[in-house]
T-cell receptor, first 115, second 116 residues
Framework: GAVVSQHPSWVICKSGTSVKIECRSL??????MFWYRQFPKQSLMLMAT?????????EQGVEKDKFLINHASLTLSTLTVTSAHPEDSSFYIC???????????FGPGTRLTVT | AQSVSQHNHHVILSEAASLELGCNYS??????LFWYVQYPGQHLQLLLK??????LVKGIKGFEAEFIKSKFSFNLRKPSVQWSDTAEYFC??????????????FGAGTRLAVHP
């Protein structure tokens, strides 16, 4: 079946540094990927839509200059958390839409801890 | 604004018990509805979805859900749970389209624990 991977699965960084998270569709092409954020014991919150070859579309209240999204190819989207602060600590999950069948597949998530 | 509420945050059942997890949504337009499952340490997987047609939807692993438009509900059911159903379950509704695909709004999730 379709597999979406995320790297890294867990990262700790110091306040003020930037962290890049990768989302890859391993066996299908994804022109669209979504980035979500999940706080403990809460639901997934959609942050932005990543479209291959174009600018990402951000949801209301999400700072586009802080959460940089790049969808460089049909199998890779990256989320960079710039100048991270402790309040950015969260679980970040991506999903990729298979262009062949419109199914949305989720990655395993990346846990970010900012100290 | 659209929202999804899942009433049960934690459910504990014994094997062979019946399961029903509640999901209500608030969205005035045409809805697409989904249930996802997340097993411990694994990624979200689609259990079933409703787009149109028969409001009783059957999914994988013996799960089903019924769309009741008048109640804005999409409850998940399984007649007899197994220990392997221990997981977190998320209800989701489409929040419109972006790039031609569903943007999803998720409920808070229900953590199900099944005891042997």
């Amino acid at each position: 079946g379709a597999v979406v991977s995320q790297h890294p699965s867990w990262v700790i960084c110091k306040s003020g540094t930037s962290v890049k998270i990768e989302c890859r569709s391993l066996d299908f092409q994804a022109t669209t990927m979504f980035w979500y954020r999940q706080f403990p014991k809460q639901s997934l919150m959609l942050m932005a839509t990543s479209n291959e070859g174009s600018k990402a579309t951000y949801e209301q209240g999400v700072e586009k200059d802080k959460f940089l999204i790049n969808h460089a190819s049909l199998t890779l989207s990256t989320l960079t958390v710039t100048s991270a602060h402790p309040e950015d600590s969260s679980f970040y999950i991506c999903s990729a839409v298979d262009a062949a069948n419109y199914e949305q597949y989720f990655g395993p998530g990346t846990r970010l801890t900012v100290t | 604004a659209q929202s999804v509420s899942q009433h049960n945050h934690h459910v504990i059942l014994s094997e062979a018990a019946s399961l029903e997890l509640g999901c209500n949504y608030s969205y005035g337009g045409t809805v697409n509805l989904f249930w996802y499952v997340q097993y411990p340490g694994q990624h979200l997987q689609l259990l079933l979805k409703y787009f149109s047609g028969d409001p009783l939807v059957k999914g994988i692993k013996g799960f089903e859900a019924e769309f009741i438009k008048s109640k804005f509900s999409f409850n998940l059911r399984k007649p007899s749970v197994q220990w392997s159903d221990t997981a977190e379950y998320f209800c989701a509704v489409n929040a419109g389209f972006s790039g031609g695909y569903n943007k999803l709004i998720f409920g808070a999730g229900t953590r199900l624990a099944v005891h042997p």
